[in-house]
């Protein structure tokens, strides 16, 4: 059972408690395209410590809604953690900021120690993803290219006919 979950788990596990300001870099799907997105808030959960089923959930404010998002600590999804900063709180679970807005919000700075989490399977994946962005690119270009070149054949073909009569 424990190979099983070795191979799921991470290596360099995220170091974060509540009261954590962290930006979360993930993979999204959109169609047959993949790109990054950052998701940036506050930790105000995190939910059963380093293990396998690990979770974090992360809270901002977007466009004066409060948006939360539950993030699976060993998802291969999430490429990177980084913590902004960190505040002081006295409470593990922050639920109460739910119900807080503007001043009211605020929480005590403790430090600004920019600390990052990165998979180096994730910069790999990062890096294949670019590749075939790249490559997409390229395809679409020759593509394009071949289009335009029937085109001008065909203007070619209609004025030496028009010439003709």
Do not use: C
Not at 18 to 27: A, E, K, N, P, Q
Not at 98 to 114: I, P, Q
């Amino acid at each position: 059972m424990e190979k099983i979950l070795t191979k799921y788990s991470k290596k360099n596990i995220p170091d974060m408690r509540s009261g954590d300001t962290v930006r979360v870099h993930l993979i999204v799907k959109e169609g047959g395209k993949e790109r990054v997105q950052i998701f940036e808030g506050l930790v105000i959960a995190v939910k059963h410590g380093k293990g396998l089923d690990g979770t974090f959930i992360v809270r901002k404010e977007s466009f004066g809604v409060g948006v939360e998002r539950i993030f699976p600590l060993h998802s291969p999804r999430v490429v990177k953690v980084e913590r902004v900063k960190q505040s002081k709180v006295r409470r593990s679970k922050l639920y109460y900021m739910r119900e807080l807005s503007g001043k009211r919000a605020r929480l005590k700075e403790v430090n600004r120690d920019h600390k990052v989490w990165e998979e180096s399977a994730a910069e790999e994946e990062l890096k294949k993803i670019a590749e075939e962005k790249a490559a997409e690119a390229a395809e679409a270009e020759e593509k394009k290219k071949a289009e335009e070149e029937e085109e001008e054949k065909k203007a070619r073909a209609l004025a030496g006919d028009r010439i003709k009569k």
